[in-house]
């Protein structure tokens, strides 16, 4: 039988109701001629619960318990999955991530997959199961720990089942009906795709998009994984969804496919940082370890003697960098006259493979916004994105303003 990955994200999964409509789905590809594994994600708001049970119990947790709480969200709705298939009569039943086992690194917390050897869920497959339910997000390591993948990381577990299994397709199902040109919250002429190209979801995940984790994005890329974003609310007749494809299949395409954002970044400069082979390395080395997520870095022109550093990292990390950056200084590493932080930054990302062959999407960008009258911070580019952090109070209208200029609303 050919076998179809399922998941279902938090809100699909948040009551006994939306479990057993989710089923629904499952058992009409059953009827269809799939065997099905589901990856489920904890109930809606359940992570979140069990993570404030670790932070309050203990500020400075060890990370391997930290695992043990957060992952069981997973358990609870991979067997009430498998008990309401049961009740439809479709043969299933759930599996942990170690009974699997999905092996990971042992980054507690942010673990990586290693391995899924489909030996055990296909044996029950040849004995008449239908369904295997997987509890996403967690894994076992490599000493006998259980680990999750970080947060969002269901998306992860079900692409790399898909990968292991050989799986027809992924099928993503959430609370919106696909991938949409920018957060349909910001504005309502958002639309959704029909189609996106991996490397476009892939920096639109990692520039802030939220409906795929970035690490599922890269497997399904690597593995050639089809993959499909939909949604869990809409009548079953009616979910073409979003597919994710290789850029080879995408037709006709807007030079830009989407305006993603960050909405809680924050930008530090160090003033007067000697001007010398090592500086860079002696500023982010520090900033490396005490895993600050530092994004943009932008080094000024030096007047010869001393440069200007600036660089912009998540705002919650910004205590963390500053005391990275004041005891390097302490220990005599790094020199700099003042560090200063403005943690009322946003960022604004436009991303399309288009840009790779159209000339002037990025000034189009920045005429967009000086029109509006919004100040540009800091600027970075790549292949396929033009990024700028911009003062937070613009973020809505910055997004407004460029979806409307690339003409986002209309298909190409
Ligand atoms: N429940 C986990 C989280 O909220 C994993 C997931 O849902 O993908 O991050
Ligand atoms: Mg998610």
């Known amino acids: 039988m050919p076998i179809l990955v399922m998941k279902f994200g938090g809100t699909s999964v948040a009551t006994l109701d939306r479990i057993r409509r989710a089923a629904k789905r499952v058992g009409r590809e059953v009827a269809n001629g799939h065997d099905v594994i589901v990856i489920v994600s904890a109930m809606s708001g359940e992570t ?6 670790v932070e309050e ?28 298939l049961q009740e439809m009569d479709i043969p299933a039943r759930s599996w942990q991530g170690w009974q699997v086992p999905l092996r990971t690194t042992s980054a507690h917390a942010a673990a990586r997959i290693e391995e899924i050897p489909s030996a055990n869920i296909m044996r029950k497959f ?9 509890a996403g997000f967690q894994g076992i390591s490599p000493e006998g720990r259980i680990t999750t993948l970080g947060r969002g990381g269901s998306d992860t577990t079900a692409v790399a089942f898909a990968a292991a299994f050989g799986a027809v397709r992924c099928d ?20 959704k795709l029909d189609r996106i190209a991996f490397e476009e979801m892939l920096e639109l995940a990692s520039l802030g998009a939220k409906v795929l984790q970035t690490r599922s994005v890269e497997l399904a890329m690597r593995y050639k994984v089809k993959l499909r974003v939909l949604s869990s609310f809409e009548e079953m007749s009616d979910e073409a969804g979003t597919l994710v494809v290789p850029e080879e299949d995408i037709v006709e395409s807007n030079v830009v496919a989407g305006v993603a954002y960050s909405r809680d970044e924050a930008k530090l400069t160090l003033t007067q940082v000697a001007d010398r082979p090592g500086i860079a ?33 998540p705002v919650n990390e910004v205590k ?16 700099f006259t003042q560090l200063v932080a403005d943690t009322n930054v946003c960022k604004v990302s436009i991303v399309g493979i288009g840009m790779r062959s159209h000339a002037g999407v990025a000034a189009k960008m920045f005429q967009t916004l000086r029109d509006e009258g919004i100040n540009i911070k800091v600027i970075t580019t790549s292949e396929i994105k033009v990024s700028v952090l911009v003062d937070r109070k613009y973020l809505e209208l910055a997004v407004q303003a460029l979806h409307d200029a690339f003409g986002l609303d209309r298909a190409a």
């Open 48 to 53: 979140n619960k069990l993570v404030g049970f």
């Open 57 to 84: 119990t203990a500020p400075l947790y060890d990370a391997r318990e930290y695992d043990a709480v957060v992952s069981s969200g997973e358990n609870v709705t991979a067997g009430l999955m498998a008990l309401t």
């Open 126 to 134: 040849e004995e008449g199961m239908k369904v295997a339910v997987v």
């Open 172 to 191: 993503i199902y959430t609370d919106v009906d696909g991938v949409y040109t920018t957060d349909p919250r910001i504005t309502s002429k958002a639309r």
């Open 281 to 313: 390395a002696a500023i982010f080395g520090p900033l490396a370890e005490a895993s600050v997520n530092v994004d943009m870095i932008v080094q000024n022109i030096s007047d010869g003697g001393t440069t200007d550093m600036t660089f912009s990292c």
């Open 320 to 335: 963390r960098a500053e005391k990275a950056l004041n005891d390097a200084k302490a220990a005599g590493q790094i020199d």
